[in-house]
């Protein structure tokens, strides 16, 4: 059972490695094939992924002066888009970002959608598509001969390199932010395993239980800045604890471990999602094995 879940995991980040090379790779050689889109991918501001019958949301973050939140700062944790829906969480930024490099795939053919049969290359009823703010595209099949993925706009059938519909089929957790917690967080109160960590009147750190100062600010810090290796979704298994952050502005964020062996998950299930750490975080989010 282990190795099968140490297998999954080598081949899905294998897949998500080989994809931003062949992207970045495909937008070097192929400069002189038309691209699928004008569109500048700065401009967009909410993207909309239809699988079957999941909708997912995902907003960029715009602050009260209108600027875009984690353009640059932001760039890897996710600080600049958020999912709206099926759940309220941080995105992962690489991969929105790899989402909007859709807006610049090299197109290798076109045609008018009144010159398609759209039955036989499964446009006549996807539930397949992708929206940039107003702009959709719907997702056919592969042409078997040459690996290319149709795609229409509405108004044309293009063929692209079939790079960005994993993403589109995948578990909303593939788009969702490494980080346990939200960048800007203000701790207020962690209830561990066996011990409760908060400021007292004075504003000082303390545990109810005998650590040292030192311990308990390496506790605080790892919290805030603890990312996982992957997110996943819930699978549901027998609770080996839970665990309670509070913020100062009332927001708790509970975790439940579902195992430690052979890394460290802490599910969320309200969420349908899991994150997967190395098994000595549990010793830095805790202070104990």
């Given at each position: 059972?282990?190795?099968?879940?140490?297998?999954?995991?080598?081949?899905?980040?294998?897949?998500?490695?080989?994809?931003?090379?062949?992207?970045?790779?495909?937008?070097?050689?192929?400069?002189?094939?038309?691209?699928?889109?004008?569109?500048?991918?700065?401009?967009?501001?909410?993207?909309?992924?239809?699988?079957?019958?999941?909708?997912?949301?995902?907003?960029?973050?715009?602050?009260?002066?209108?600027?875009?939140?984690?353009?640059?700062?932001?760039?890897?944790?996710?600080?600049?888009?958020?999912?709206?829906?099926?759940?309220?969480?941080?995105?992962?930024?690489?991969?929105?970002?790899?989402?909007?490099?859709?807006?610049?795939?090299?197109?290798?053919?076109?045609?008018?959608?009144?010159?398609?049969?759209?039955?036989?290359?499964?446009?006549?009823?996807?539930?397949?598509?992708?929206?940039?703010?107003?702009?959709?595209?719907?997702?056919?099949?592969?042409?078997?001969?040459?690996?290319?993925?149709?795609?229409?706009?509405?108004?044309?059938?293009?063929?692209?390199?079939?790079?960005?519909?994993?993403?589109?089929?995948?578990?909303?957790?593939?788009?969702?932010?490494?980080?346990?917690?939200?960048?800007?967080?203000?701790?207020?109160r962690l209830v561990l395993l066996q011990q409760t960590i908060s400021q007292d009147d004075s504003g000082r750190?303390?545990?109810?239980?005998?650590?040292?100062?030192?311990?308990?600010?390496?506790?605080?810090?790892?919290?805030?800045?603890?990312?996982?290796?992957?997110?996943?979704?819930?699978?549901?298994?027998?609770?080996?604890?839970?665990?309670?952050?509070?913020?100062?502005?009332?927001?708790?964020?509970?975790?439940?471990?579902?195992?430690?062996?052979?890394?460290?998950?802490?599910?969320?299930?309200?969420?349908?999602?899991?994150?997967?750490l190395e098994k000595e975080g549990l010793k830095k989010l805790t202070g104990q094995y």
């Amino acid at each position: 059972m282990l190795s099968k879940k140490i297998l999954l995991n080598l081949l899905l980040l294998a897949i998500f490695v080989a994809l931003a090379l062949f992207i970045t790779s495909t937008e070097q050689t192929d400069t002189k094939l038309p691209l699928l889109s004008s569109t500048d991918t700065g401009s967009v501001n909410t993207i909309r992924i239809r699988h079957n019958a999941s909708t997912i949301i995902i907003e960029r973050a715009i602050n009260d002066t209108g600027d875009h939140v984690g353009d640059h700062a932001g760039e890897h944790t996710g600080a600049g888009w958020h999912i709206r829906q099926p759940v309220d969480v941080a995105a992962n930024q690489m991969r929105v970002n790899t989402l909007l490099r859709l807006l610049m795939a090299p197109v290798h053919s076109s045609y008018p959608v009144a010159n398609i049969d759209a039955k036989s290359i499964g446009l006549d009823d996807s539930r397949d598509s992708i929206s940039f703010d107003n702009q959709t595209f719907t997702f056919g099949q592969v042409n078997p001969a040459t690996g290319l993925r149709y795609i229409s706009d509405g108004e044309t059938v293009y063929t692209i390199e079939d790079v960005y519909f994993p993403l589109i089929s995948s578990h909303f957790s593939t788009l969702v932010s490494f980080r346990l917690l939200p960048e800007d967080i203000e701790i207020d109160r962690l209830v561990l395993l066996q011990q409760t960590i908060s400021q007292d009147d004075s504003g000082r750190w303390q545990s109810n239980i005998d650590i040292t100062a030192d311990e308990v600010a390496a506790i605080i810090a790892s919290w805030r800045s603890a990312q996982a290796f992957g997110v996943r979704q819930y699978i549901e298994k027998e609770s080996q604890g839970e665990l309670f952050v509070t913020a100062k502005d009332g927001t708790q964020f509970s975790f439940v471990i579902t195992d430690t062996d052979p890394w460290l998950i802490l599910a969320r299930p309200e969420l349908d999602l899991e994150y997967h750490l190395e098994k000595e975080g549990l010793k830095k989010l805790t202070g104990q094995y």
